[in-house]
């Protein structure tokens, strides 16, 4: 059923008609920044005049008839759409939009940064990661599901101790705690072998749970020291940190002679397969379980980058909406 005809329901039905034409004009350059723009305005047009004017939620649906009319062809404007664009303008200022730029992620994404979560700082978080590394919407809610917000930088290190401070800072929030590989059909007695195996079968899930800019050099390297033989069970180069990543893999819970193997395990890469352009190695060891204490105490007085953290196999229950607390 239709509203009562409003003089003023219908000037304004009119100005979005043709912003709405100005904007799929515009959009042959600047397909979806000009959409979620629309989209936000839209949405902070239907805050308005609820608010001033007192209009109720019948005038979303009466919206979404005449705009649907309207333009037949284009998709976008059902009841349901037409209050997550509301939802959206009530979430984001303008300026955040553009400046973040949330813009440049697509609608889908957004409705998901929507759906899934309630906390504006965790939102603007994920939006940031999203951007930055190219998520598709799948991969978003993916890392929203495994909680990437709590356990990003979370991994135990001395890299602040090691490292230059700017390349420390990245370092840090390259790591995280714990790993979850969910994406493993693994008992949960395994050996390290079988983990290894396992996680390089499944390269590009691992890459993603690592994160951004991992590259895979290979599994069971080999080096030679003093005519003895030794192999590295994960090789990776880094290619914002510009170096090397060792990762060495324990079933059990970590030990402090753990470091000591690390330790040589990077000696042998930063002497026999770095380059004289590469930053000094880096060490990742993920163990079952550890106590951080007693990591803590490990790596003190260890003088070689090196990051300790747990592996799960399946992803803890936790709450989407626990606030995002910087690391």
């Given amino acids: 059923m239709s509203l009562p005809i409003n003089p003023e329901y219908q000037i304004w039905l009119n100005d979005l008609k043709t912003r709405i034409l100005q904007s799929q004009q515009k959009a042959i350059l600047s397909v979806n920044q000009e959409l979620i723009l629309l989209y936000w305005h839209i949405g902070q047009e239907i805050l308005q005049r609820q608010q001033e004017q007192g209009w109720g939620a019948k005038v979303i649906a009466q919206l979404s008839q005449d705009l649907s009319a309207a333009f037949p062809e284009t998709k976008g404007f059902s009841v349901r759409n037409l209050n997550y664009m509301r939802q959206f303008a009530e979430q984001w200022a303008k300026a955040e939009i553009v400046q973040v730029p949330l813009a440049q992620l697509p609608w889908y994404h957004q409705i998901a940064l929507l759906d899934k979560l309630k906390d504006r700082q965790t939102r603007l978080f994920y939006a940031q990661q ?37 390349h420390s800072d990245l370092a840090k929030q390259t790591f995280k705690d714990p790993y979850v590989f969910d994406f493993l059909d693994l008992s949960h007695i395994h050996q390290e072998r079988e983990l290894e ?22 599994r069971q390297i080999h080096v030679n020291v003093g005519g003895d033989d030794f192999y590295l069970d994960l090789l990776f180069y880094h290619l914002k940190l510009r170096c090397y990543v060792v990762v060495e893999l ?22 026999q397969i770095k380059s004289e352009q590469d930053a000094p190695t880096i060490g990742l060891l993920l163990c079952k379980n550890r106590n951080q204490v007693v990591v803590e ?17 399946k992803q803890a229950l936790l709450d989407f909406d626990e606030p995002f607390q910087a690391a």
């Fill in 130 to 166: 999203a951007i930055q590394n190219g998520w598709s919407r799948n991969v978003l809610v993916h890392q929203i599901e495994s909680q990437l917000h709590q356990r990003a930088g979370q991994a135990i290190n001395n890299f602040a101790q090691t490292l230059p401070e700017s």
């Fill in 250 to 271: 324990k079933t059990g819970d970590f030990k402090p002679e753990h470091i000591g193997q690390l330790n040589f395990y990077l000696t042998a890469v930063d002497k």
């Fill in 197 to 218: 195996r396992a996680l390089t079968q499944h390269i590009t899930q691992f890459l993603l749970e690592l994160g951004a800019g991992f590259a895979f050099v290979g």
């Fill in 297 to 313: 105490y490990a790596l003190q007085h260890n003088t070689q980058p090196i990051g300790v953290a747990e592996y799960q196999l």
